[in-house]
């Protein structure tokens, strides 16, 4: 996916995460989807999750969604990511042990405050091409 090419560290993992979760729930949801991939409808939400990580309003610092207490997802989507994360998050530790732990110890961190301003990873890139 092009757009993943926009995300860096945290963020591009983070996404790289998701999209791991998605092939999950997709290939058990959707079993009529290309033999490569994920389906459309799933393909546009990892789209839509893309673009909510390159503006989240806390960067790299960025907390778990779950406990954001901006939560910029449109309802549907929010609650298309709390199915994902509820079907594909116990199946994850198998194929993907280390994005498991890493994800389940982001949810135990505690809710942040507002966010600062400006760190976006988008704003974050607006000021390197000047
Ligand atoms: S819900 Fe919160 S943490 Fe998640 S992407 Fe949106 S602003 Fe960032
Ligand atoms: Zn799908």
Do not use: W
Request: proline fraction near 10%; charged fraction near 25%; include cysteine.
């Amino acid at each position: 996916m092009a757009e993943a090419e926009l995300l860096r560290g945290q963020l591009l993992y983070e996404f790289r995460t998701m999209q791991a979760m998605v092939e999950i729930y997709c290939k058990a949801h959707h079993p009529l989807k290309p033999s490569k991939g994920v389906c459309q409808q799933c393909s546009e939400f990892l789209s839509y999750a893309n673009t909510r990580l390159d503006r989240c309003p806390y960067g790299q610092e960025k907390p778990t969604c779950n406990k954001c207490p901006v939560h910029c997802y449109k309802p549907h989507m929010k609650q298309k990511a709390r199915e994902i994360m509820m079907f594909a998050g116990p199946r994850m530790l198998l194929p993907h042990p280390i994005m498991a732990i890493k994800h389940l110890l982001a949810e135990r961190k505690p809710a942040p405050g507002l966010p600062p301003e400006k760190v976006s990873n988008r704003h974050l890139r607006k000021a390197e091409q000047g």
